[in-house]
């Protein structure tokens, strides 16, 4: 490569990653991108899963690093999951979805419709999702406030919240708008862990919550 053109290309990966460190600060007017944007520099090599970044609303949001009892809690939820539907469903941890707000969020679960070859394209849409679910612990208001306003004006149908402080299953469905074009679920339900609960789309396919929550289930 000539050397005028590596030093154009070192100087443009020097300003991206600049722009990049200060979007990740508390600025007073953070840089937003779009969708097509985000991909861009993913693309680029600029962000890495090691990263830790999604984007919220065209905003690059550094994710919460994740406890032992986040961890288990996943990876017992993720098996159930999978026992549960097998290849009934498409069940992804941890990975992206595409959501009409700038957004591509990386739910601890979700169940899609179809199947695993069927994202090979492009990630989830809201009209693919049968249910995203978080699990919380230290980022309990967050997942309450920010990702459930997210979920649910991008038309998310179930969400789901594991509250591990609580021991306790917090389930939302049926999105709507008000009269204020606010964006709420109008259904709310609380389920303990010594219950079980059907997964929407498949009534028949009980979750055990004892799993989830065996300390609580244990008492």
Known sequence: MPAAVNNAVSLISASVQVLL?????????????????????????????????????????????????????????????????????????????????????????????????????????????????????????YDQRTKLSLYVEAGISHYWIVNLPDSQLERHSQPYKNAQNKFSYLSKQISLSNQSVAIPGFENALLDLSRLFPESASE
Do not use: W
């Open 21 to 141: 460190e200060r979007c990740l600060m508390n600025a007073v007017t953070p840089k937003r991108f779009t969708i097509a944007e985000y991909h861009r520099l993913i693309e680029l090599g600029f962000l890495t899963e090691a990263n830790h970044i999604e984007l919220i609303r065209g905003e690059l949001i550094q994710m919460t690093a994740k406890g032992t009892p986040h961890t288990v809690c996943s990876s017992i939820l993720c098996r159930q999951l999978d026992r549960l539907l097998g290849d009934q469903a498409v069940i992804r941890g941890q990975d992206p979805i595409t959501l009409p707000n700038q957004s591509e969020p990386e739910p601890d679960v979700v169940i899609a419709r179809g199947r695993d070859e069927d994202y090979l394209a492009h990630h989830p849409y809201p009209e693919d999702i049968l249910l995203v679910i978080e699990i919380s612990d230290k980022t309990i208001d």
